[in-house]
């Protein structure tokens, strides 16, 4: 789609109820004239695709021209996605199902279906397990994702009807991640968001990384669950800013285990890595993929794949201290 095509469909389908509200917000966080800011706030939509949760969420009140030119926005996402990624084949990593039949190798725990398993099956799957974790299969940002435990019901028989009626038909063994992971947060599954892009000659590059936390008793680590995020270092694996969650509130210390966030090592970084890209290959018509990794004290291992990286969490003002987005390094490897 067009640059134009992409504006206009935007300005049909805007909620500007919420583009107003947030005028509001920006006015109270900066002080500028909200005609203004409303003005502003449209120009860098048609100029730079950019929404209005970016201008809020990435201060682009604060940006000049040239500092502008370097971020990639809601506009500019979509559009790499569209260039990038085949939509045929984006199945494999929304449908949980699938994307558990394509890595079936690389998920180091048992999983089954229960749209289709009967209840014998479930009894079988269930022996010797007592944790497990159920998912609707085409749920995203952490949804209706529960963790149940054998012992709290009366019987596996209710534990699979209790399944079925709440439509978590994907059921997997509950990951135990390192205890460098759990000592951030013991309560969810802290995954890495690695972010991979495919070059031009076929070879992949971890674009950038970071780790989402749990937070608040939550058995989830999702943003938009009332997890966290904290960028992680390439070259070293070490989370090198501080984490903030969806109030836009940030934390250098984690408010529910009083870990310090920054500068914490990710065990087996490298393997995660390398992990990430060898997956690249399976999927070459998938040539930007965010890839949710945990850490075990055996290695990586996959939770699931997203056809839609986020682009804004690697932008947030404490992480950019010069202002400068993450745009150029995408062209490092994709001419866009």
């Not at 495919?198 to 780790?211: C, E, M, N, R």
């Not at 920054?262 to 890209?277: M, N, R, T, Y």
Request: glycine share 8%; with cysteine.
């Amino acid at each position: 789609m067009s640059k134009l095509g992409y504006v206009l469909r935007c300005v049909r389908k805007m909620n500007y109820k919420n583009m107003l509200n947030t005028v509001n917000t920006v006015h109270k966080k900066s002080g500028k004239n909200r005609v203004g800011l409303f003005c502003d706030m449209v120009w860098c939509g048609f100029k730079y695709g950019t929404g209005h949760r970016d201008y809020d969420l990435n201060e682009w009140w604060t940006l000049n021209k040239a500092q502008r030119a370097t971020y990639i926005t809601r506009g500019i996402n979509n559009s790499i996605v569209t260039r990038l990624n085949d939509s045929s084949y984006y199945h494999i990593l929304d449908n949980k199902i699938h994307f558990n039949e394509h890595f079936s190798d690389c998920l180091g725990r048992k999983w089954i279906n229960l749209e289709n398993a009967s209840l014998e099956e479930f009894e079988s799957f269930m022996e010797n397990t007592e944790s497990v974790i159920a998912k609707p299969i085409d749920a995203t940002c952490g949804q209706g994702v529960v963790k149940l435990v054998k012992s709290n019901f009366e019987s596996v028989e209710a534990m699979y009807n209790h399944i079925k009626e709440a439509r978590a038909f994907l059921v997997e063994e509950y990951v135990v991640q390192h205890s460098e992971i759990s000592k951030l947060y013991p309560l969810s599954v802290n995954t890495l968001r690695i972010v991979t892009v495919t070059s031009d000659d076929g070879t992949p590059h971890v674009l950038y990384a970071f780790i989402r936390m749990g937070n608040g008793g939550r058995v989830v680590d999702n943003i938009n669950a009332g997890g966290m995020a904290a960028p992680i270092d390439l070259e070293t694996g070490k989370i090198s800013g501080v984490a903030f969650d969806k109030d836009y509130s940030y934390y250098d210390t984690h408010p529910y285990t009083g870990t310090p966030i920054v500068g914490h090592q990710i065990p087996f970084w490298k393997e995660s890595c390398d992990f990430a890209l060898e997956a690249c290959k399976r999927i070459p018509q998938l040539r930007y993929i965010g890839w949710d990794v945990a850490v075990t004290e055996n290695g990586p291992t996959f939770i699931e794949g997203n056809q839609h990286p986020g682009h804004d969490f690697l932008q947030m003002p404490p992480h950019v201290p010069d202002k400068i987005g993450i745009l150029p390094r995408f062209r490092q490897f994709v001419n866009i």
